[in-house]
């Protein structure tokens, strides 16, 4: 076997994957149109419904610290873009120097480096986490680290390469003790990522963890729970199907074939349906 081959095969076994089956993903997909996609309350399956993997749930998020109500930001249109200024944004250059100064949420001050995100412009696929951890904050760059190097394998498994995608997160700013952002901080910092949305038009946005889904599309379930099941989110009159599956550090610290087998399956069938066929 020639070592291309052989590397592509350790990184499937490394996610989970034991044997290389194939599997009629796109078929399976077929009947179900964009429009038909389920709704987050109620409607028709838009993809295979899987069960959830059968991995202990996710450590309760550590609160926000109190002093993050008592933050005053500041009001100038550098520390507080306002939403004018994101709306008129063109491009995602514009758009990282029009967000790059924001001091909006008290993460802010507390940045080394503001994690705007990075991948193809006109990416298919969007993957899109909670917000930068120590790695990121020092490098600027979502997914550094071992959980992007984990990420970085998960995405060539379903022949994919990085930058073929877009990554970016809920948040821009490193929260302190990568605690998870609270809500106030995720929704004053959302409108930069429904504006990247609206940039790129991604065909399929894969969440990776409870924080992109809850902030994201507005669903509070476990991701347990709902990993694996299409979702859907309407961006600038868009309505986009979001696959939500767990985040790489998860998978990292629960490293079971199952919970490996979970994520390669959901990034499987985001890119089904990214390659499924144009009338569909
Ligand atoms: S996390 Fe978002 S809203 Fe908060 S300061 Fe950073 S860019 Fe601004």
Redesign the pocket.
Known sequence: MDSPLQAWRDTLEELGVMGLVREPVVAALKPALPASAPRPASGPALGPTRRPAEAPPRPAPRPAPAAATAYT?PTDPVGCPPPEAVAAAATLPELEKA?QG????????G?LK?VFGEGSPQARLMLVGE?PGRDEDLQGRPFVGKAGELLDKMIGAIGMKREETYIANV???RPPDNRT?SPD?AR??LG?LHRQIELIQPVVIVTLGATPLRELVGLSEGITKVRGQWKRVRVGGREIPVMPTFHPAYVLRQYTQDVRRAVWEDLKAAKAWIDRPAED
């Open positions: 930001p967000i924001c001091l909006a949420c008290p993460l802010g001050p940045r503001f917000g948040v821009k700013c952002p901080e004053t910092c930069y």
